[in-house]
């Protein structure tokens, strides 16, 4: 039976590429017969890195059969899964985030989880002399995924490991960093033709907080304005959101690559009272500016509480 590989749902560039490149490595050095699949639309960052590398699509795919054969990536939280991930034959996990909880196996599986950046990275580490069989296209995906978790470095989650695997990669590409993760992020920032609610989704995670079911949602973005000029829309749409996924509250932050800044937009008093105890700031207003914060993984849901 052929190993479905994916990653999380609301699939962004690492969690899009990351599932094709240990495909490749699954069929063409491990000889298994692997297949890359999304559980939903890539944002359009990744939909820009399929397209500049010439690379298949993979499908969407939302509902497996009972005792597929899986490997996950770049997620280990079941909310992010598909409903019936634990009636899965899970066989590996690989991984960057904090171990959340509630998956359960057939059996002893392979898991790496790293404190890395990127999924991709580690994927890197994984394949060890085999990586050098990676063909272009690969290590374009493997570069694209590593440029967009860091912010091209920018994010506290980075490493001296992501950067020198990444450095690598552009160098054996013959591509130059900087213009090319202004390609990356020029289209993550393209985001006008999506719906308050598509957006609201779009780079997003759930998580319980102090008793509170959140929707974390992240917009990183080079042109913060063309988001913010809709926040009342944005903050109207947040009530069916919540409704519609179970969860109490969305919370937006709109990441700044350039500034190196996030806004939160402050709906009501839970998401001020939750930004003051949680970020040290006093919010007076709709949003709130709070400098410095540009990772959902390692600053904002360890801080959050009420």
Same mark, same amino acid.
């Given at each position: 039976?052929?190993?479905?590989?994916?990653?999380?749902?609301?699939? !962004?560039?690492?969690?899009?590429?990351?599932?094709?490149?240990?495909?490749?490595?699954?069929?063409?050095?491990?000889?298994?017969?692997?297949?890359?699949? &999304? =559980?939903? /639309?890539?944002?359009?960052?990744?939909?820009? #890195?399929?397209?500049?590398?010439?690379?298949?699509?993979?499908?969407?795919?939302?509902?497996?059969?009972?005792?597929?054969? *899986?490997?996950?990536?770049?997620?280990?939280?079941?909310?992010?899964?598909?409903?019936?991930?634990?009636?899965?034959?899970?066989?590996?996990?690989?991984?960057?985030?904090? &171990?959340?909880?509630?998956?359960?196996?057939?059996?002893?599986? $392979?898991?790496?989880?790293?404190?890395?950046?990127?999924?991709?990275?580690?994927?890197?580490?994984?394949?060890?002399?085999?990586?050098?069989?990676?063909?272009?296209?690969?290590?374009? @995906?493997?570069?694209?995924?590593?440029?967009?978790?860091?912010? /091209?470095?920018?994010?506290?989650?980075?490493?001296?490991? !992501?950067?020198?695997?990444?450095?690598?990669?552009?160098?054996?590409?013959?591509?130059? #960093?900087? !213009?090319?993760?202004?390609?990356?992020?020029?289209?993550?920032?393209?985001?006008?033709?999506?719906? +308050?609610?598509? %957006?609201?989704?779009?780079?997003?995670?759930?998580?319980?907080?102090?008793?509170?079911?959140?929707?974390?949602?992240? @917009? /990183?973005?080079?042109?913060?304005?063309?988001?913010?000029?809709?926040?009342?829309?944005?903050?109207?749409?947040? *009530?069916? *959101?919540?409704?519609? +996924?179970?969860?109490?509250?969305? %919370?937006?932050? #709109?990441? $700044?690559?350039?500034?190196?800044?996030?806004? =939160?937009? *402050?709906?009501? $008093? &839970?998401?001020?009272?939750?930004?003051?105890?949680?970020?040290?700031?006093?919010?007076?207003?709709?949003?709130?500016?709070?400098?410095?914060?540009?990772?959902?993984?390692?600053?904002?849901?360890?801080?959050?509480? %009420?």
């Amino acid at each position: 039976m052929t190993i479905k590989v994916f990653g999380h749902k609301s699939p !962004d560039t690492d969690s899009t590429g990351s599932p094709i490149i240990w495909a490749w490595y699954l069929n063409e050095v491990r000889g298994q017969k692997a297949e890359a699949v &999304l =559980l939903g /639309e890539p944002n359009t960052e990744a939909a820009f #890195v399929i397209q500049h590398w010439d690379c298949p699509k993979p499908r969407i795919v939302t509902e497996f059969a009972d005792g597929t054969p *899986v490997v996950i990536v770049d997620t280990n939280n079941p909310q992010e899964l598909p409903a019936n991930v634990n009636a899965l034959d899970i066989t590996a996990i690989i991984d960057h985030h904090k &171990l959340v909880g509630g998956l359960e196996t057939k059996g002893p599986i $392979d898991i790496t989880v790293r404190p890395l950046a990127c999924t991709a990275t580690i994927m890197h580490d994984l394949m060890g002399t085999d990586a050098a069989k990676m063909p272009k296209w690969v290590k374009g @995906l493997m570069l694209s995924c590593i440029l967009s978790d860091t912010l /091209e470095f920018r994010s506290p989650t980075t490493t001296a490991h !992501d950067r020198a695997v990444a450095e690598a990669l552009a160098k054996d590409l013959g591509i130059n #960093v900087t !213009d090319y993760a202004a390609k990356l992020f020029e289209a993550k920032s393209d985001v006008g033709a999506f719906s +308050d609610a598509d %957006l609201l989704r779009m780079d997003s995670k759930e998580y319980n907080v102090a008793g509170k079911e959140l929707r974390v949602s992240v @917009l /990183e973005t080079t042109a913060p304005k063309v988001i913010l000029d809709r926040k009342a829309s944005l903050m109207a749409s947040m *009530v069916g *959101v919540a409704k519609e +996924d179970g969860a109490d509250q969305v %919370l937006l932050f #709109v990441i $700044d690559i350039l500034k190196e800044e996030a806004t =939160l937009l *402050v709906p009501n $008093d &839970l998401v001020r009272q939750m930004a003051e105890a949680s970020f040290g700031v006093k919010v007076t207003g709709d949003t709130v500016v709070i400098p410095g914060l540009m990772s959902r993984k390692k600053q904002i849901i360890p801080a959050l509480k %009420l």
